[in-house]
């Protein structure tokens, strides 16, 4: 299930930038708007998503719903060529995938024993789908969006076999707990879990500083387009190691530190791109990449699931979504104003990034406060 979830939006983003300035020819702040609509799609549908599986309808079941609109929809974007239709294209892609992988991630934490121990190796497995279609892009085809859409194709009909997640409906009904959205909200009187909510917005107001530059970096430093989805994939490569290492750097760590360590390699990240020479360096970068997927939002995940009640599993995951998709938003807004006012410049967008980054870690540190052991 992750390996092909995963590997649906992996056909996507790697390379979308590129193809909309090289291919399209698309403005840099025309290419802001439209890699934005991952975002803006995560804040329209995420907290819908959780309150459907939480609420009315089996996790599985929608999910291959969502996969089936999304492998159509990849059909669709590959044959657009106009500004305005991608934009929408590309919303809608968004639209159904962000829920698709947010019900992966409730049907994992309903079926695992021990979700806090097993997680991490689980969604290993997503990372290496990402990575897979990668390659499979560099070496037997240069169409990603035909080969993501018929991977989101054979994903609508293998989670019909997933193992059946109902929704849990609650015994009262007043409007908190009916809305499972609503109680998900509560969890903010938590210091805590506030302190990580805009830790996280801050952090993912930055992640599309490297989701839209990467590309046009490596390009501008002489990697030529048929190997770049495989050299992105560098990040992946540190990041399935940490995966397959988490529950011992959880036990070991803590839920603190963890978190910590991940703001600090990308801070690092962003320091190194900021520089933006040589390939070698930038290339080093990317590896820092990966620690912060897990040690700070996958570590998040398992954190945060360990705070949520049952019958609102989905919408707590929701909730994270929506927090990140509002960041994502701003950041991919920001990122094409910057490049823009820059005249196409990389290296001064990641300055700014790593501005923000290290405001986080400060923030995080001082205010996020949790037990050393994770699933206490």
Known sequence: MMFLQWAVPGSLIPLYSLRLERQLLFEPRITGFCCATQAAAGVISSLLAGQIADRWMSAEKIMSLCATLAGLDLFLLAEL????????????????????????????????????RQFGPIRMWGTIGWMGIGYAI???????????????????????????TPPRRPDSNEPNVR????????????????????????????????????????????????????VLTIAQATEVIGLALLP??????????????GLASWLAAMCILSIGE?????LGSM???????????????VYVNSLAEGDIRASVQGL???????????????????????????????????????????????GFHQPRRPLE
């Open 248 to 261: 011992t750097i959880l036990l070991t760590f803590g839920v603190r530190w963890t978190m910590a360590i």
């Open 81 to 116: 060529r106009e500004p305005t239709s991608v934009f929408f294209a590309t919303l809608f892609f968004w639209v159904v995938t962000g829920p698709m992988l947010l019900y992966g991630t409730t049907i994992s934490f309903a079926h695992l024993p021990e979700p806090g």
């Open 320 to 366: 994270l979504a929506c927090i990140g998709g509002i960041g994502t938003l701003l950041g991919n807004v920001l990122v094409g104003w910057l490049r823009q006012f820059n005249h196409g410049a990389l290296p001064p967008t990641f300055a700014v990034a790593a501005g923000i980054t290290g405001g986080i870690l400060l923030l995080f540190m001082l």
């Open 179 to 230: 809305f499972a959205p609503l109680k998900a909200l509560g969890l903010m009187r938590k210091r805590s879990f506030a302190i990580y909510a805009v830790c996280m917005l801050g952090a993912c107001i930055t992640f599309p500083f490297t989701t839209q530059n990467n590309s046009l970096l490596l390009e501008t430093l002489g990697v030529e387009k048929r190997w770049l989805t495989s």
């Open 278 to 282: 040589p390939l070698e360096l930038v």
């Open 287 to 301: 590896a820092l990449n990966g620690l912060y997927v897990v040690g700070f939002l996958i570590a998040g995940q």
């Open 138 to 164: 560099s070496f037997y085809s240069g169409d990603a969006l035909h080969v993501g859409g018929a991977v989101a194709l054979l994903l609508a009909v293998y989670a019909l076999t997933l193992p059946a």
